[in-house]
């Protein structure tokens, strides 16, 4: 496997929990009835929230992926960071916006950051050296 294919494993299950979390803020909205915002709920809130938190970070995240694969970065690094960041915003969806598991949240927001920053300092490491 190339890194490039390990970024678009990562990618491609990242789609899957956008279309999951999606999915989910339809369904209460209809359950809900519910048509526009939150209406209210926190229930609704909550889905939302993870929703949106998950795409203001993603695009970010993934991109760092497509451009470590591209500039050399090694096939381990690639999976090391794309499942970090899987497993964060998983974390964060069963803290958040399922409420199952109430560290989630914390845990999901902290491994985010630290996921971010690992990608960070090694396009600036590979972009300098």
Do not use: C
């Given at each position: 496997?190339t890194?490039?294919?390990?970024?678009?494993?990562?990618i491609?299950?990242?789609v899957l929990l956008?279309?999951?979390?999606?999915a989910?803020?339809g369904?209460?909205?209809n359950?809900l009835?519910i048509?526009l915002?939150?209406?209210g709920?926190?229930e609704?809130?909550k889905a939302?929230r993870?929703?949106?938190?998950?795409?203001?970070?993603?695009?970010l995240?993934l991109v760092?992926l497509v451009?470590?694969a591209?500039v050399?970065a090694?096939?381990?690094i690639?999976?090391?960071?794309g499942?970090?960041?899987?497993?964060a915003?998983?974390?964060?969806?069963l803290?958040l916006?399922l409420?199952?598991?109430p560290?989630?949240?914390?845990?999901?927001?902290?491994?985010?950051?630290l996921?971010l920053l690992?990608?960070?300092?090694?396009l600036i490491y590979?972009?300098?050296f």
């Open positions: 496997m890194p490039l294919q390990a970024a678009a494993l990562w491609g299950l990242n956008l279309i999951f979390l999606s989910r803020v369904q209460m909205r359950r009835k048509n915002g939150d209406g709920n926190p609704m809130v939302i993870a929703h949106g938190n998950y795409t203001e970070y993603a695009p995240a760092g451009a470590l591209e050399g090694n096939v381990a690639v999976h090391v960071l499942g970090f960041f899987f497993f915003r998983i974390a964060h969806m803290g916006g409420g199952v598991w560290m989630g949240r914390f845990i999901g927001t902290l491994s985010t950051m996921s690992a990608t960070a300092a090694l590979f972009a300098a």
